[in-house]
């Protein structure tokens, strides 16, 4: 059965640290995306990869977000300096998808982030 | 551009009733519509999709929706509603053409009562 997963579950972390998520999406799936969900904000796109590729982050507050792929197998977004209120859950999401087609995202169980 | 509305931010209805979940999108193209239902503390789980052909469209667990071009509308619906049903919906869109990844609503959640 096939799913993406996700890791931490959960993270507890003080203000300042680095906080690092990863995510391992589903095995041939060409495109990963990163969404934070809050109760304020709702369901947020922060990055979009395609083929390993950036192809959207302007969702990102890029000065102490990022967003990578080392491998088709991991996905990485990382906090650094992290603060309060960078806490929510955070969704990996693939999908497989050719040209311009509208594919099916398959999400990941998200990781609980609280900065105190 | 791309956006998409979920008027409401809750909607109850009785167990054996119908119900509807409403959206409203709006794209400079053609529309790809979905449909993601979320379970407390869990991932988004995909229900339909719209991308052309039959205007109406069956998904998993019973859902269908209707895709209104003219009213640029795709409404989430279920003849018997069932408690289990209880959970937060999300409609998203994204245009057909271009690089763009979907646009969620701000989700509507559906409370069933038994």
């Known amino acids: 059965d096939a799913r993406v997963t996700q890791t931490p579950r959960h993270k507890v972390t003080e203000m300042g640290q680095e906080v690092t998520m990863r995510c391992q999406p589903i095995?041939?799936?060409?495109?990963v995306f990163w969404y934070r969900q809050t109760m304020m904000q709702g369901l947020e796109l922060l990055a979009y990869f395609r083929n390993r590729a950036p192809l959207d982050d302007s969702g990102m507050p890029k000065d102490r977000f990022s967003a990578e792929m080392p491998d088709a197998t991991l996905a990485t977004l990382k906090i650094q300096p992290s603060e309060p209120r960078d806490s929510a859950v955070y969704f990996c999401?693939?999908?497989?998808?050719?040209?311009?087609?509208?594919?099916?995202?398959?999400f990941g169980p998200g990781t609980r982030l609280t900065v105190l | 551009a791309q956006s998409v509305a979920q008027p409401e931010d809750q909607v109850n209805v009785a167990e054996g009733n119908p119900l509807t979940v409403k959206c409203t999108y709006s794209?400079?193209?053609?529309?790809?519509l979905f449909w993601y239902v979320q379970y407390p503390n869990r991932g988004l789980q995909f229900l339909l999709k719209y991308i052309t052909g039959d205007n109406l469209v069956k998904g998993s667990y019973g859902f269908e929706a209707e895709f209104n071009k003219s009213q640029t509308s795709f409404h989430l619906k279920k003849p018997s509603a069932l408690v289990s049903d209880s959970a937060l919906y999300f409609c998203a869109v994204k245009v057909d053409t271009g690089r763009r990844a979907l646009t969620f609503g701000s989700g509507t959640r559906l409370q069933v009562q038994p």
């Open positions: 999401a693939s999908g497989l998808t050719t040209g311009t087609s509208g594919s099916s995202q398959f």
């Open positions: 095995l041939g799936h060409n495109t």
């Open positions: 794209v400079s193209g053609n529309p790809y």
